[in-house]
């Protein structure tokens, strides 16, 4: 570390290179935006130091929303404050929203070939299979869950049993489940400190 | 989009009722909008029919197959219920409107609750972040979070329901998973290949 005084990284300079940033960023963006968000602000701009995307991902992941655009919430309102949380939450939705109705429209019109249908099945298929391997890619970061991975585990499949299988509504899934899981979590951070403390 | 519109009445009651129902799936999407995904079918396919299995399985595919964040796909669920409300595109200006209200509805009714909580609360935790309660939070919701993902995922893929006509899809999105999880390869070429077997008839 140095001794001078911490060092400015680079920063957005205005708000309309913030919204262009984003917008660009979510252009990028087939399948998923974050392996996109991760090179360019943090490799590339270095808007972010590699820490600080880490520590605000896991902020934007916990709250409800699309985790990219929080997280470009997040970025625009420490430079800007409201209005730039705005400017790229604009960034990350406009321009991509307009592609993507264009592709709905362009569809449309070929949407009776019996393989444009198969198409779309087929990349159906393949889209559930990129949200399956998502949720498989994140049970590596349970690893160091304070509850333990056999809570993990069990918490993990009566979710998806409640959800998948019973069809039961997500907000008392959510209520329930996520409140029990708090608490236990809660009392485990207790433990945790004072067998710190003791030690 | 692939199947003919329904043809439904949607009353000014039943468009707030969806757009009250987006507020609340806003709130609920933890770990993103695509975890509500099977909520969102619950209601839309299967309690309100507005919407058909074939049409709500499209959106998410075509949302995925463009660029942008997946929550573009709540855009395209919104403008097939309008086009199923509008009598389709075919219905001329009638058509238009009704898809673009549907877009408006579901988008604005998505992104409102959780922009504002997100606003406030990441303030709010970037100070507390060493806090006990919000900590246990965070590790509480991780496992459930990582859960919806994959029920997410089943969801998507039980609607194919006809083992032995539908196998080779399920095989797809198994095959999908295994290589994405394992393997750092480009999702754009996964989403060609499918639409490739797809055309070809093989899935």
Redesign the interface.
């Known amino acids: 570390m140095s001794f001078l005084p911490a060092q400015k990284h680079p920063q957005p300079q205005s708000l309309s290179d913030l919204f262009m940033s984003f917008t660009l960023l979510?252009?990028?963006?087939?399948?998923?935006?974050l392996a996109v968000v991760q090179r360019e602000l943090v490799e590339k701009k270095q808007w972010l130091t590699r820490e600080e995307f880490v520590?605000d991902w896991?902020?934007?992941?916990?709250?409800?929303?699309?985790?990219?655009?929080?997280l470009s919430?997040?970025i625009g309102?420490r430079y800007f404050g409201?209005r730039g949380?705005l400017v790229a939450?604009a960034g990350?939705?406009t321009?991509?929203?307009l592609?993507?109705?264009a592709?709905?429209?362009l569809?449309?019109g070929i949407?009776d070939v019996?393989?444009?249908?198969?198409?779309?099945?087929?990349?159906?298929?393949?889209?559930?299979?990129?949200?399956?391997?998502?949720?498989?890619?994140?049970?590596g970061?349970?690893h160091t869950?304070?509850?333990g991975a056999r809570?993990?585990?069990a918490?993990?499949?009566i979710?998806?049993i409640a959800?998948?299988l019973l069809?039961i509504?997500?907000?008392w899934?959510?209520l329930v489940?996520?409140g029990l899981?708090?608490?236990?979590?809660?009392r485990?951070?207790?433990a945790l400190?004072a067998v710190g403390a003791s030690q | 989009?692939?199947?003919p519109p329904l043809s439904i009445v949607m009353t000014h009651a039943d468009w707030l009722g969806l757009f009250t129902h987006f507020m609340?799936?806003?709130?609920?999407?933890?770990?993103?909008?695509?975890t509500?995904a099977?909520?969102m079918q619950?209601y839309l396919v299967?309690d309100r029919l507005w919407l058909t299995d074939a049409q709500f399985?499209?959106s998410?595919?075509?949302?995925?197959?463009?660029?942008?964040?997946?929550?573009?796909f709540v855009?395209?669920v919104g403008?097939n219920v309008g086009l199923n409300a509008g009598g389709g595109?075919g219905a001329g200006m009638a058509g238009w409107g009704f898809a673009l209200l549907g877009?408006a509805v579901t988008?604005v009714g998505m992104?409102l609750?959780?922009?504002t909580?997100?606003?406030f609360?990441?303030?709010w935790?970037?100070r507390n972040?060493e806090l006990?309660?919000v900590?246990?939070?965070?590790?509480?919701?991780?496992?459930?979070?990582?859960?919806?993902?994959?029920?997410?995922?089943?969801?998507?893929?039980?609607g194919?329901n006809h083992p032995a006509q539908d196998w080779p899809?399920?095989l797809?999105?198994?095959?999908?998973?295994?290589?994405?999880?394992k393997t750092r390869i480009?999702?754009?070429w996964?989403?060609g290949?499918?639409?490739?077997?797809?055309?070809?008839?093989l899935?």
């Open positions: 979510a252009l990028q963006g087939f399948g998923g935006v520590d896991a902020v934007a992941q916990i709250l409800p929303g699309p985790n990219v655009v929080n919430m997040m309102d409201l949380a939450l990350m939705l321009l991509p929203l592609v993507v109705l592709m709905a429209l569809f449309a949407a019996p393989a444009a249908q198969g198409a779309l099945r087929g990349m159906g298929a393949v889209a559930a299979g990129l949200i399956t391997a998502t949720g498989l890619k994140l049970i970061a349970l869950n304070v509850m809570i993990c585990w918490l993990a499949a979710t998806f959800i998948a069809r509504r997500l907000l899934v959510l489940l996520g899981a708090s608490m236990w979590a809660y485990q951070l207790g400190r | 989009m692939s199947h609340t799936l806003s709130l609920l999407s933890i770990g993103g909008a695509i509500t099977p909520e619950r299967n399985n499209s998410i595919a075509l949302a995925q197959a463009a660029p942008g964040p997946n929550v573009l855009a395209l403008w595109l877009v988008m992104m609750p959780s922009a909580l997100t606003f609360a990441a303030r935790g970037h972040r006990r309660p900590r246990a939070f965070k590790q509480g919701v991780a496992p459930i979070v990582i859960a919806l993902l994959l029920s997410t995922g089943w969801v998507l893929t039980a194919h899809l399920w797809l999105t198994v095959v999908t998973a295994l290589v994405v999880w480009h999702l754009l996964l989403l290949a499918g639409a490739l077997l797809g055309a070809l008839g899935a």
